[in-house]
T-cell receptor, first 114, second 114 residues
Framework: KAGVTQTPRYLIKTRGQQVTLSCSPISGHRSVSWYQQTPGQGLQFLFEYFSETQRNKGNFPGRFSGRQFSNSRSEMNVSTLELGDSALYLC?????????????FGPGTRLLVL | DQQVKQNSPSLSVQEGRISILNCDYTNSMFDYFLWYKKYPAEGPTFLIS?????DKNEDGRFTVFLNKSAKHLSLHIVPSQPGDSAVYFC?????????????FGKGTKLSVKP
């Protein structure tokens, strides 16, 4: 079974631009979560989508948004990019949101904001 | 306030010996704990998990121990191999409260020397 895929793998943008990242979950997985990893803050939860609905959101500004399509694929968008948005953005999928459900991660998208 | 803490940023172990990675948490509502391994430029790879109703879970060379009263868990790797060299993240989930997103520690870099 194919794993979680993320595109693009690397991205360079300038301040003020916007960016859209894509995530395709493992086949059959309906929950998709997004995380941001930075050297200083570690892995931080952005938001989770389940059946096209945002079910949970982390403590990030409104510039960070996402959506999920009917095939469970998800996109996240960051508008008005800031230097501090440079990070590794990770997507994780799971079957559902049960207590003992394990999340499986994609390889990430490395975003550099200049 | 950091709810999941990995107090050792790095650990060096000789090949064949035991590696013990530690993790402390503050939220008594956490009901599921996971360990992930991460290589540079890759997404985290799931290793092993444990439910809060258990105190030990074993999978091959990997064993996770949970001490709920101390709010402490540890990952034991026996025997350690050079290929185990990576950053290890402890993560916790409070299904009822945070609706399933993972809260990560900042990681411990394990180096296994031949």
């Amino acid at each position: 079974k194919a794993g979680v895929t993320q595109t693009p793998r690397y991205l360079i943008k300038t301040r003020g631009q916007q960016v859209t990242l894509s995530c395709s979950p493992i086949s059959g997985h309906r929950s998709v979560s997004w995380y941001q990893q930075t050297p200083g803050q570690g892995l931080q939860f952005l938001f989770e989508y389940f059946s096209e609905t945002q079910r949970n959101k982390g403590n990030f500004p409104g510039r960070f948004s996402g959506r999920q399509f009917s095939n469970s694929r998800s996109e996240m968008n960051v508008s008005t990019l800031e230097l501090g948005d440079s990070a590794l953005y990770l997507c994780a999928s799971s079957l559902d949101r049960g207590t003992e459900e394990t999340q499986y991660f994609g390889p990430g998208t490395r975003l550099l904001v200049l | 306030d950091q709810q999941v803490k990995q107090n050792s940023p790095s650990l060096s172990v000789q090949e064949g010996r035991i590696s013990i990675l530690n993790c402390d948490y503050t939220n008594s509502m956490f009901d599921y704990f996971l360990w992930y391994k991460k290589y540079p430029a890759e997404g985290p790879t799931f290793l092993i998990s444990i439910s809060s109703i258990k105190d030990k879970n074993e999978d091959g060379r990997f064993t996770v121990f949970l001490n709920k009263s101390a709010k402490h868990l540890s990952l034991h790797i026996v025997p350690s191999q050079p290929g185990d060299s990576a950053v290890y993240f402890c993560a916790a989930k409070d299904y009822g409260g945070s609706q399933g997103n993972l809260i990560f520690g900042k990681g411990t870099k394990l180096s296994v020397k031949p």
